[in-house]
Structures are given as structure tokens and as C-alpha cells.
């Protein structure tokens, strides 16, 4: 049984291409904020999953009394940020490996940033401009 | 290991080709999830009433169903990425990659059997149960 042949990775053509270290720093990136997040979404799923009856629990006054500390706050603004950066790019590998045409690539990643930055923004402004005298 | 030719495509078969596709179907699931979960809490800025209405689909047992998904995704995901990691970074990682498969999953196991009971008690209650 003959090994298959495999062409070189790198064209020659992009061999004088500009490269940075993007990619390493993302690469970086994933492992660092994934392990930080393991312990903030599983400390959170548990909580509002498992603990004192679960999901059942959970309603207004039950999110007023949580973001009341400034600890919850910053757990929440921690994950929603890290958590959506490590998704986003996350999802910048899967349309780069699957979107083949240069168009839909792009597009592609301009609705994923632009709905992501979009959900970064929101949910940071709800958890600072909360109001629990609300209604 | 799976003894295939490898013609025609990259990917061997085994444990480490499908804990990679899990890890991508997991990832790409959660993330959506995650955008409709601050849409949801959004609306604690719209008025308590808002809130405690979606919120209320929440504790129906379908949607909890979906919770258990959820969270067995997100351990999933949690875990095989502290293998990835340990594949990375720690010297012997590569030559106990598969054991670390097994073991992660008998963590998900374990963890998720009497978290799917204790997750869904309250459907089962609201449904089969009688209530004195």
C-alpha cells in the first residue's frame, strides 16, 4: 500500500504573502478563555440549572436580587464577553473551512461579527444599566 | 485504530475524527443558543412582565428537554476541550489522547444521568405526578 502524495501546504505563489501571528494568538486565545469559561458556564448551569429547584426559580426578582452584586455582575460580563469571543471565533474557523467562494466567506463573517457585536453590546448594556425598580 | 486506505480523504475514522465533530456540532449549537439566551434576558430592560413571560417557556418540558441538551453539550464541549488542551500542551498528551477520550466520557456519563433526573424531576411531577 503506496502513502497517498500530499501537495505542499503553501502554494509558492503566497510564499512572499504578508503573514502575522493572528492565528497563533487566536489559537492561543481558545485555550486560555476555554479553560477560564469551563469553570464560569459550568459554575452558572449548575447554579441555574441544578441548584434550589433549577430553572423553576428564575424571574425578575430573582435576576434584580443577583445582579445586586457587584460579584454576579462581573462573572456575567466576564462570560457573556469570553464567551462570545471564543464562539465568534470559533465560528470564523467553521466558515473558513467550509464557505469555499471567497464572496460567501466574507459575507459570512461580516454577518457573524456584525450579529455578534451586536450581542456583546446589548448584553453589556443590560448588565450595567439594570434597573430593578422597573415596571 | 481504524485500518482503512487512506485515499479519497484526511480523516481515519476513530475516537479523535468524531470528538472533533462533536466538538464542532456542540460549539456551533451553543453559540446560538447563547444569542437567543441575552435576546431573553434582554428584556429584563424592557419590563419584569416581559421577562417572567419568556422565561416561563423555560420551566415548560419540552424546553427543558432542550435544557439537558444544552447542558450535555456544553460538559461535552468543556470537557474534550481540557483534552484538546492536555493533547497540546502536556508532554504525554498525544499518547493518552484516547484514554482521555473514555475517560471524558464516562465523566459525561456520570454527571449527566442524574443531572438529566434532577433537571427534568419537575416535568415528570408536573406531568405523571400526583400531587396529595
Not at chain 1, 454576579?72 to 469555499?100: C, F, K, P, S
Not at chain 2, 431573553?40 to 416561563?56: F, G, N, Q
Amino acid at each position: 500500500m503506496s502513502a497517498p502524495s500530499i501537495e505542499t501546504p503553501r502554494s509558492l505563489s503566497r510564499r512572499n504573502a504578508q503573514r502575522s501571528n493572528f492565528e497563533l494568538y487566536s489559537w492561543l486565545f481558545m485555550r486560555v478563555s476555554g479553560i477560564v469559561l469551563v469553570f464560569l458556564v459550568l459554575g452558572h448551569l449548575f447554579i441555574m440549572n441544578f441548584l434550589d429547584g433549577g430553572v423553576q426559580r428564575i424571574n425578575f426578582a430573582f435576576v434584580a436580587g443577583r445582579w445586586a452584586s457587584p460579584f454576579w455582575q462581573v462573572w456575567d460580563l466576564t462570560m457573556l464577553w469570553l464567551a462570545m469571543l471564543h464562539g465568534t471565533n470559533g465560528m470564523r474557523t467553521i466558515i473558513n473551512d467550509y464557505a469555499e467562494r471567497d464572496q460567501t466567506r466574507f459575507w459570512l463573517k461580516m454577518v457573524l461579527y456584525v450579529s455578534s457585536a451586536f450581542i456583546i453590546l446589548l448584553g453589556t448594556l443590560v448588565i450595567f444599566t439594570f434597573d430593578p425598580n422597573l415596571g | 485504530m481504524a485500518t482503512t486506505t487512506p485515499v479519497g480523504t484526511l480523516y481515519r475514522g476513530g475516537e479523535g475524527m468524531w470528538t472533533w465533530v462533536l466538538h464542532r456540532i456542540t460549539g456551533v449549537g451553543v453559540f446560538f443558543f447563547l444569542f437567543v439566551h441575552v435576546l431573553d434576558t434582554a428584556l429584563v430592560r424592557v419590563s419584569p412582565e416581559a421577562y417572567d413571560i419568556v422565561i416561563a417557556t423555560y420551566k415548560t418540558p419540552i424546553v427543558a428537554l432542550l435544557e439537558v441538551g444544552l447542558v450535555g453539550a456544553v460538559l461535552f464541549h468543556a470537557l474534550n476541550g481540557l483534552r484538546v488542551i492536555a493533547v497540546d500542551f502536556w508532554s504525554k498528551g498525544p499518547r493518552f489522547q484516547r484514554q482521555m477520550t473514555w475517560g471524558i466520557a464516562a465523566v459525561w456519563l456520570v454527571v449527566m444521568v442524574p443531572g438529566a433526573y434532577y433537571m427534568l424531576m419537575h416535568s415528570i411531577e408536573a406531568m405523571f405526578g400526583s400531587t396529595p
